[in-house]
């Protein structure tokens, strides 16, 4: 028996699971091959839901569903810990002790926040990147009437590259419809000198940012924040008095990676086009723990999915794979509250930037309705 484990309950491994069902649906049935996924969540959570539970649109309820619910009934689901992972062995280890075997191993873990990474951060900050930091948002920003609101991006790489100029521009338009946004100054801070990763969004964030009157302060990596001064220090030297902070803390890998020798920082280091690991054999990476060069967006763990179902489908059917993944990455960009902007790009590409419009906001919405049909891998 083939046996492919897969490691993490998140867009990549769950899609990953349900694709691999169905391509290797006669295998699966005649017990010549084994799909396991592990996760230690039993709900499955799509985050970005997350940016609209501080504006009253969702709430954090809406984003999850219990896996169970997700996942083919071909597909061997276990809702546990993995402590350790040994490639030399192909071996898993639990919580409990227990060991697993493996022929492929596919890593889907994901990252984590690590708002201690920044002193004063975790007690000065808010964020809407989990549950409970964006519920405590929504409550703040109900009473936040005036003052110096500054969005800061405090680490990179972070999930859902866009979401801090998404949650900027609708901050702006939420203040405008209560009538609060002439009491409000709005800063937005990036780590390198524009104000974003992509040369074209940030060109496209900047020009809106100029006509919307909000602050761009480049070249500003957060070093500490003082809750009790109200000041947010930079790297470079330069502060900011604020009131309310909103900040992207910084993002972690997986300890399992680093204590597996797969990644030294905790990102697995894999090839770009097949994602395989660099230092193991039988062991591919997805999604936000794949070290590869393009956003650690939903997108992307989803067209690397199929990638490696396709290669994995492939390999248990005793042939050479050959599918590869090119970067491929979309993204709606809310541009307000009510309109968005759509990007698509690949390895090495600029995304085109279209004219924000209420259709592409609509089209945003009904995908993030639709999202559980993606994760059970029906598109």
């Known amino acids: 028996m083939y046996r492919i484990a897969i490691v993490g309950g ?4 769950t899609v990953l699971a349900n694709r691999l069902a169905d391509e290797l649906a006669p295998e699966l049935a005649a017990g010549d091959v084994e799909v396991r ?17 501080p504006f009253g649109k969702k709430t954090v309820d809406d984003a999850a569903r219990p896996i169970d619910e997700l996942v083919d009934r071909r597909v061997a689901l276990d809702v546990a810990e993995v402590t350790a992972v040994d490639t030399d062995g192909h071996a898993l280890t639990f919580a409990d002790g227990s060991r697993l075997g493996y022929d492929h ?4 873990t994901g990252a984590s926040l690590d708002p201690d990474a920044v002193p004063g951060l975790a007690e000065g900050g808010h964020h809407f990147y989990g549950p409970d930091g964006a519920e405590t948002l929504r409550d703040e920003l109900a009473d936040f009437t005036e003052g110096h609101l500054v969005l800061s991006v405090a680490g990179v790489p972070h999930m859902c590259p866009a979401a801090p100029v998404e949650f900027t521009l609708m901050v702006d338009d939420w203040l405008r419809e209560r009538g609060r946004r002439e009491d409000v100054d709005l800063t937005y801070t990036y780590p390198i000198n524009r104000a974003h990763g992509l040369e074209s969004i940030a060109e496209w964030a900047t020009d809106l940012f100029d006509a919307r009157n909000v602050d761009v302060e480049t070249f500003f990596n957060v070093e ?4 009790d001064a109200g000041i947010v220090e930079s790297m470079e030297g330069s502060e900011l008095d604020y009131d309310l902070l909103v900040a992207i803390p910084p993002h972690a890998g997986s300890d399992l990676v680093i204590d597996a020798g797969l990644g030294d920082d905790g990102w697995v280091d894999v090839d770009r086009h097949t994602l395989e690991a660099e230092h193991a054999e039988d062991v591919s990476a997805i999604g936000d723990v794949a070290d590869v060069p393009t956003s650690k967006a939903g997108s992307v ?12 489908a492939t390999r248990a059917r005793g042939e050479t794979p050959t599918a590869v993944y090119d970067g491929k990455t979309v993204c709606f960009l809310e541009a307000g509250m009510d309109e968005a902007t759509f990007i698509e790009f690949s390895y090495g590409e600029e995304p085109y930037v279209r004219e924000p419009s209420r259709p592409l906001h609509w089209a945003k919405l009904g995908y993030n309705e639709s999202y559980w049909l993606t994760a059970r891998g029906l598109l």
Do not use: N
């Open 37 to 53: 996924l592990i996760t230690a969540d039993p709900e499955h959570v799509y985050k970005p839901t997350f940016l609209y539970v």
């Open 301 to 312: 763990a989803h067209y690397e999915a199929g990638v490696v179902a396709d290669r994995l």
């Open 105 to 108: 191993l596919v890593l889907a």
């Open 10 to 13: 998140g867009t990549g491994g």
């Open 224 to 227: 500490s924040v003082d809750p």
